[in-house]
C-alpha cells in the first residue's frame, strides 16, 4: 500500500512572504541604527530621549520579523546596514544632527503607510505614522522653524523636499558643477581642440559657472530678505494703526492650536501689551519668520554655492593638467562617471530609491548628455574647419 505523500504546512509562509520578511526586518534594523547615532550624538538631552525611544521601537518592530523568519526555519544573519545608512550616520558624525534631520524626516513621512496594506503588520502602521510625525516634528525643533513656518512648510515634507534641507542643496549644487563642466569639456573634446584649449574651456567653465550660481544665490537669499523685512515692517505698521485686528489674528493662531477661545483671547491681549513683543510674536506665528535669520546670510550662501559647484566642476577638468589627447578624454570620463555615481549615491538619501539605482541611473544621464555634447562638438568642429 502506498503512503499518502507529506504535505507542507499550510501555515508556512510563501517565498515572497519571507522576502517581504527580509526586507522589513533589514529597514527597521537601518532606522533603529541611524536614531541610535543620532541619539550618541544629540547635544539636547531631551531630543536624544526622543531618539533613544524611536530607536527602541525600530528594534521592537525588528523583532517580530526576526520571530517570523525563525517560525519558518529560517536562520537570521548578523544585519549588514545600507549604504544609506553608513552614509546618513557619517554625515550625522560629521555635520551634526540637524543638517540631515530633513532627510531622515522626509524618509520617515514616505514610509509612514508602508505597513497598511500588510495585514499581519497592521498594529505597526500607527506607530510609524507617529514616528513620522514625531521626526518632523523634532526636524522642525532642531532648524529653529516656528510652528507657523513648519505649517506652511507641510506640503514640502511629503515632497521630501525643504527649503532649510542643506544636504540636499549641497548634493545639487556640486550635481550642477560636475555636469555643466563634463558636458561643456566634451564638447570642445569633441570638435578636436588642444589639450591646453580643454583645459582653459574647463577653468573658464568652473568659474563662470561658480561665480554664476553663487551671484544667483545671493540674489535669491538677498531678495528673501528684503521681502521679509517689508512683510515685518507692514506688520509692525499694523501694530500700530490696527492693534485690535493684530489681537483678534493672534488670538485666532492660538485658538488654532488647540487654546480655549477665552484663554487665546486673554494671551494675545498679554502680548499685545509689549509692542515689540508682539511684533516678535506675530512674525514668527503668522509669516513663520525668524527675525534673528530672515532667510540666512546671502555672503555665506553665494560662498557655499561657489565652493559645491567648483567641487563638482573640477571633476571633469583634473585629468586635462596632468594628462593630453586619448588618455586625458578617457581619464575625464572616469572621474566624471566617479562624481556623477557619488552623486547618485547621495540623492538616493532623499530620493526613495536604492544607493545603486541611484548611482547608475545619474551615470547614465550624464554620460549620455556628454556623448550628445561631444558629438555635437565633433559634428561643429567638422562644418567650421
Request: aromatic content about 6%; proline content about 3%; charged content about 20%.
Amino acid at each position: 500500500m502506498l503512503k499518502p505523500k507529506l504535505q507542507g504546512n499550510p501555515h508556512m509562509a510563501s517565498k515572497h512572504e519571507l522576502k517581504r520578511y527580509r526586507t522589513n526586518l533589514a529597514g527597521e534594523l537601518d532606522s533603529a541604527a541611524l536614531y541610535e547615532t543620532l541619539a550618541r550624538v544629540e547635544a539636547d538631552s531631551k531630543r536624544a530621549a526622543v531618539f533613544s525611544e524611536l530607536a527602541a521601537s525600530e528594534r521592537r518592530h525588528a523583532q517580530l520579523w526576526i520571530d517570523k523568519l525563525q517560525t519558518n526555519g529560517v536562520h537570521v544573519r548578523a544585519h549588514r546596514k545600507s549604504l544609506k545608512t553608513h552614509l546618513l550616520r557619517g554625515l550625522i558624525h560629521t555635520f551634526g544632527p540637524s543638517f540631515v534631520l530633513p532627510t531622515i524626516a522626509a524618509a520617515e513621512y514616505a514610509d509612514r503607510d508602508k505597513y497598511a496594506n500588510q495585514p499581519d503588520a497592521a498594529h505597526l502602521s500607527a506607530e510609524e505614522q507617529h514616528h513620522a510625525a514625531i521626526v518632523q516634528e523634532v526636524a522642525g525643533e532642531a532648524s529653529g522653524a516656528s510652528k507657523g513656518a513648519q505649517i506652511a512648510n507641510a506640503e514640502s515634507w511629503h515632497k521630501g523636499v525643504t527649503s532649510g534641507n542643506d544636504l540636499r542643496a549641497a548634493v545639487l549644487g556640486a550635481n550642477d558643477g560636475l555636469v555643466s563642466n563634463f558636458c561643456l569639456i566634451m564638447g570642445v573634446a569633441g570638435a578636436g581642440a588642444a589639450n591646453k584649449t580643454i583645459l582653459l574651456t574647463g577653468l573658464a567653465g568652473l568659474i563662470a559657472g561658480a561665480c554664476s550660481m553663487a551671484l544667483g544665490e545671493w540674489l535669491s537669499v538677498t531678495n528673501a530678505r528684503e521681502l521679509a523685512r517689508t512683510q515685518i515692517a507692514k506688520e509692525a505698521d499694523e501694530i500700530e494703526h490696527t492693534p485690535d485686528a493684530e489681537r483678534h489674528e493672534l488670538a485666532l493662531i492660538y485658538q488654532a492650536k488647540g487654546i480655549d477661545a477665552d484663554e487665546a483671547r486673554r494671551v494675545a491681549s498679554q502680548i499685545m501689551r509689549d509692542k515689540n513683543k508682539a511684533l516678535d510674536t506675530l512674525t514668527r506665528e503668522e509669516l513663520g519668520l525668524d527675525p534673528a535669520e530672515l532667510g540666512g546670510n546671502p555672503w555665506s550662501a553665494g560662498a557655499i554655492s561657489f565652493g559645491l559647484f567648483s567641487l563638482g566642476a573640477i571633476f571633469p577638468a583634473a585629468p586635462f593638467l596632468w594628462a593630453h589627447g586619448l588618455a586625458a578624454i578617457i581619464q575625464c570620463v572616469v572621474l566624471a562617471a566617479v562624481g556623477l555615481g557619488a552623486v547618485g549615491i547621495f540623492t538616493s538619501l532623499f530620493n526613495g530609491r536604492g544607493a545603486t539605482f541611484s548611482a547608475v541611473r545619474q551615470v547614465l544621464i550624464g554620460l549620455l548628455a556628454a556623448g550628445f555634447t561631444f558629438g555635437a562638438g565633433k559634428l561643429l568642429g567638422v562644418s567650421v574647419s
